[in-house]
């Protein structure tokens, strides 16, 4: 994780939104196709700056109509995150905006959070639904971010997320609602294909480790991959869901040192967010060097969410993570990026400046991407481009 492969004096080739070579600036210069098709280049002068794939940002919940100022005054005033959910507070105090909203109004909420994120080197995102908790919303939600990344030019990875919490009306009946996912929404989802994955927030308060098994089967069965929030606030063991082979598992503030090896000898990415533990007040972060030491694959997101992580910003997860959770800037780098990729599924075709892959990158107005990390709460980035589109602030 701490190799960058930096090519100083480098440049990149794009075509057709595809990366066709990357090299030193002499090295393209010389490139057959540049030597044809000179007339035809559009140059993008970025001496003095820095240029890496771009982000992605592989857990966020973007769908929701408003944020929750109530449970951010409550937790200042020192409720927890439990008290607060009791309270009717937490979740599924974001679901009667959502139920009530049309697609459209979903769609153009989440589409300048999009926006917002590509300013800051975001290029692709996985996307949740979640806040709806009913059949109808759920669907309804995963068409809203279907209308959303139409309008986007990057890479949006949309997850089925109806196993969130229970909502209140199955409350008494849990394991009903449990079915319900099972036999109603993963079947529509995957027949419509709206969902890349499926994802569980496994945890006391939303859904056991047997739920969670149950939900990952059935999501199996109609071919959808599989993530999960995991050891958020409390401990649970990883082997029965590690043995499902999930391409990630989420949060993991809590995961036991007894699972880090079975998670190490998997293909499972562990993706760290950060950003909730700092919005939540907690002193413990996920254990990013005991996780990384032991040969796990890291990969960091924004969580953005209206309750605990209300950030659109990697850079500032970045310097979370160096900051917090002692990962040297390379290392959230690779996190942020290639290893991002992975924890989408994406990595043959994201994360990395390789022939072949998306054209994706960020360019930042700095001149060593340590500074991305270090200038914690500022944004440098002064370019993206997203599958070849090119948005940039600096060109003149």
């Excluded at 592989?58 to 769908?63: I, M």
């Excluded at 999009?114 to 979640?130: D, N, P």
């Excluded at 969580?303 to 910003?313: C, F, K, M, V």
């Amino acid at each position: 994780m701490s190799n960058l492969g930096i090519i100083r004096d480098g440049a990149l080739l794009c075509v057709g939104g595809k990366i066709v070579a990357v090299g030193t600036t002499k090295e393209l210069l010389s490139h057959p196709w540049v030597r044809k098709n000179r007339k035809r280049l559009r140059d993008l002068d970025c001496r003095g700056k820095v240029v890496l794939p771009g982000f992605v940002d592989a857990h966020t919940h973007p769908l929701f109509t408003s944020p929750r100022l109530i449970d951010f005054e409550k937790r200042i005033a020192g409720a927890t995150y439990e008290q607060i959910a009791e309270a009717g507070g937490g979740i599924r105090s974001s679901l009667d905006g959502v139920r009530k909203a049309s697609r459209s109004t979903l769609a153009q909420h989440a589409l300048p959070a999009l926006e917002a994120m590509s300013r800051q080197g975001t290029t692709t995102v996985e996307a949740k639904s979640g806040y709806g908790l009913s059949l109808e919303a759920e669907i309804k939600s995963l068409e809203a971010l279907r209308e959303a990344s139409r309008r986007w030019p990057g890479t949006l990875v949309p997850t089925l997320l109806g196993a969130h919490v229970v909502p209140s009306e199955f409350r008494s009946k849990p394991d009903d609602y449990v079915s319900l996912v099972c036999e109603e929404m993963i079947p529509a989802v995957a027949k419509r294909r709206l969902a890349d994955f499926i994802d569980v927030f496994t945890e006391k308060g939303a859904f056991t480790p047997g739920q969670t098994l149950r939900i990952f089967e059935a999501a199996r069965r109609y071919k959808l991959n599989l993530r999960g929030h995991v050891c958020q606030l409390t401990q649970c063991s990883l082997k029965p869901l590690l043995d499902l082979e999930p391409t990630s598992l989420d949060h993991l503030d809590h995961v036991s040192d007894e699972d880090i090896p079975e998670f190490a000898s998997s293909n499972t990415v562990a993706t760290l967010v950060p950003g909730a533990n700092y919005f939540l007040g907690l002193h413990q972060y996920p254990p990013a060097r005991k996780l990384i030491n032991a040969g796990v694959s890291v990969a960091l997101a924004t969580d953005y969410n209206p309750g605990t992580s209300p950030t659109l910003s990697m850079p500032f997860v970045l310097s979370l993570a160096c900051t917090q959770m002692k990962m040297s800037p390379a290392e959230a780098i690779t996190a942020a990026t290639i290893n991002g990729a992975a924890s989408v599924g994406l990595h043959q075709s994201k994360g990395s400046l390789e022939p072949g892959k998306d054209a994706d990158a960020a360019v930042f107005d700095v001149r060593d991407y340590r500074e991305i990390a270090y200038w914690f709460a500022t944004n440098y980035c002064v370019a993206t481009m997203q599958n070849g589109h090119l948005h940039e602030t600096f060109c003149r």
